[in-house]
Every structure is written in structure tokens, then in C-alpha cells.
């Protein structure tokens, strides 16, 4: 018992290689020995390595076995050979999927894919919920998390976990920021807001620095506290910089005017609402911006801006540029309908 405990402990702390190396060895060699000791029972090859195959992975089919005491003696030496090599092999399968897992939750691998996004921060409660409103959507299929806690926050499998400081170009690299859609820095919580909003411009310049390194763009989206703060994220070059707790201000000052009006705006950054905010290039057919609109609203849906431009409306004969982007309100079906007319 102890002999085989101790040939198991050995086998175990083998390399892969090695193991791999001695399996292979085992079904190429054992076919040939059992074949020489009852040449009539096994008369070729390929009979000698079904008995081992079905002899080391079951308890055998008894369509072949030895007869012969030599046979029968190598015959119980593949058993227990046969024993050990699958329980080593299913023991390191085990033991590498249990550790990739602890990886995985730990934010300790790296992210290799592309076109994903990219979230800075966490927060039980906004940033959940914008995680949420992120998958509801159709356009967004994976997200990465950044964050500085020990496990991952959140199990979802489009939702990769990296462990790190955003500030540092080994992170960026491990969440492949390079080749994302899009960067959203959240702002720190706990933090009062003069030194929030300093941290979230060390990690804007951070991923600006990055991506001047990488030789690529990098659309970025930063939460700011204070409106007073915005002229310093000037030469950041951040794409949008959100104004979180006084756009929660307006609206609910906007709300006690415009009775209603948090309904709709509400319902329109909601991914559960019917009527949703797309975002459209310019088909070649429209010139002028009443042309898009007309061709729009004939598609069931409504055309409210170019860009952050929202005065296209008292601008009907004004020339779209080819570079537009177009902002509409409109349902699902209307926008497959709008997107295979601009296909």
C-alpha cells in the first residue's frame, strides 16, 4: 500500500510534459509487450491497445484478455499503471481549473479580447446598475472591471475582473485597453470631491499617456463631483466628462418645474424602455438635415441632434457633414428598419 502511495505522490509531482511524455509512452509500449506474451490472443497492434485503452479507462469489456500467467501478471500491472496515470491526469485537470478559477476571481488574468469596455471603479450600488444597463443593451457584449479589492465584486460571464491600480501601464495592459471601445472612469467613493476628481484626472492622463504609448485612440467617459473642476480635465482629452451629482440636481429641479419631465428622461436612458437614444451615420441620400429628419420620421423614429448639437431642428436646410452623428429617438424595429436603409 505504501509502494503505491508513494509511486501516486510521484507520479502527481511530475511535470505535464513528463506525464504526457510517460502516457504516451504507456499506450505505445504495452500494446507491444501484451502482443508478445499471447501473440494468439492479440494478433496485432491495434487489438493489444484497445484491451489497454478500455483495460486503464474502465473496468474492461471482456471482448480480450490474457490467459496466459505472464499475460495475467502484466495484465494486473496495467490495471494499477492505468489506475494512477488517469487519477493523476483527472488530479491535475482538477487542480489547474480550481486555480484558474481562484485567478479568474481574483482579478489575477489578463484579458485578451477586443472591442469590449472598460469600467474604472466600483460601487455596490451606481456602478452595478450601470454594469446592468450596459448588458441590457445590444451593443454591449463584454466588460471589464478594474478595481482594487481583493475578489470579484460581481459573477456574470461577460464580466472580466482585473485586480490593480488604473494608474499603472501593467493594468491597462492586463484589461487590453488598447483595444477597447470605450473607457468609463467612475469617480472614487468615500473621497471628498476636491480630491475625487484629482484622482480620476490622474487616471484620464494615465490612460491618455497610454494610448499616445500604444500609438491608438481611446474613447474615454469620466464622472466628475464638481463643475468647477471641468477646465482641468481640458488637456486630458477626455472624450465626456459626466457632472453626476448636479445632473442629478437638474433633473429633479427640472422635475418640481416640468412636472413629468424625470418620467421622460428617465425612460429614455433606461435600456427597459421601449424608446431608446441610437446613435446613426449619415446615409448618402440626405443632404440637409430636414432630409434626414423627414426620411427618419417616415422609419417611426425622431432625429434630435448632431453630435452634442442639438439646434439641428432650427436648422432644417443647414448641409449634414459626412462626419455627423446622428442622435435619434426611436423602438427596436425602427432602428433595424434605419439600419438597413444606411446598410
Known amino acids: 500500500m505504501l509502494f503505491w502511495r508513494k509511486a501516486f505522490e510521484k507520479m502527481f509531482k511530475m511535470s505535464n510534459i513528463s506525464l504526457v511524455?510517460?502516457?504516451?509512452?504507456?499506450?505505445?509500449?504495452?500494446?507491444?509487450?501484451?502482443?508478445?506474451?499471447e501473440p494468439e490472443?492479440?494478433?496485432?497492434?491495434?487489438?493489444g491497445l484497445w484491451w489497454v485503452v478500455v483495460t486503464t479507462t474502465t473496468v474492461g469489456y471482456g471482448d480480450y484478455f490474457p490467459e496466459t500467467i505472464p499475460g495475467m501478471i502484466f495484465g494486473t500491472i496495467v490495471i494499477f499503471t492505468g489506475l494512477f496515470l488517469i487519477g493523476t491526469l483527472i488530479a491535475k485537470i482538477s487542480e489547474r481549473f480550481t486555480k484558474w478559477i481562484k485567478m479568474k476571481e481574483e482579478g489575477k488574468m489578463d484579458y485578451r479580447g477586443?472591442?469590449?469596455y472598460v469600467i474604472i471603479g466600483w460601487s455596490d450600488d451606481k456602478i452595478k446598475d450601470t454594469i446592468k444597463e450596459m448588458l441590457n443593451s445590444d451593443t454591449v457584449h463584454n466588460i471589464v472591471l478594474i478595481a482594487d479589492l481583493p475578489s470579484s465584486p460581481i459573477d456574470h460571464s461577460q464580466i472580466h475582473y482585473i485586480q490593480g491600480e488604473p494608474t499603472e501601464y501593467e493594468?491597462?495592459?492586463?484589461?487590453?485597453?488598447?483595444?477597447?471601445?470605450?473607457?468609463i472612469i467612475f469617480s472614487p467613493q468615500g473621497v471628498p470631491a476636491k480630491y475625487a476628481d484629482?484622482?480620476?484626472?490622474?487616471?484620464a492622463t494615465t490612460i491618455e499617456s497610454y494610448g499616445e504609448k500604444m500609438n491608438c485612440q481611446i474613447y474615454t467617459i469620466a464622472e466628475i463631483l464638481k463643475e468647477n473642476h471641468r477646465i482641468n480635465f481640458k488637456h486630458a482629452k477626455v472624450d465626456e466628462l459626466i457632472l453626476s451629482q448636479q445632473s442629478i440636481s437638474y433633473l429633479i429641479a427640472h422635475a418640481s418645474v416640468q412636472k413629468g419631465s424625470s418620467k421622460l428622461f428617465m425612460n429614455l436612458l433606461s435600456t427597459e424602455s421601449g424608446e431608446k437614444i441610437y446613435v446613426i451615420n449619415k446615409k448618402k441620400e440626405w443632404i440637409t438635415y430636414n432630409d434626414a429628419f423627414e426620411d427618419i420620421k417616415a422609419m417611426g423614429a425622431l432625429l434630435i441632434a448632431d453630435h452634442d448639437d442639438t439646434s439641428i431642428i432650427r436648422r432644417p436646410n443647414a448641409i449634414i457633414p459626412d462626419q455627423a452623428k446622428l442622435f435619434i429617438i426611436a423602438n427596436e424595429s425602427s432602428f433595424q428598419k434605419i439600419s438597413e436603409a444606411l446598410s
Open 21 to 37: 511524455y510517460f502516457a504516451l509512452s504507456f499506450f505505445l509500449i504495452s500494446p507491444i509487450i501484451i502482443h508478445i506474451l
Open 41 to 47: 490472443k492479440f494478433t496485432n497492434f491495434a487489438k
Open 114 to 116: 477586443e472591442n469590449h
Open 171 to 183: 493594468t491597462l495592459d492586463r484589461a487590453n485597453v488598447a483595444k477597447s471601445k470605450a473607457v
Open 198 to 203: 484629482g484622482q480620476t484626472l490622474l487616471i
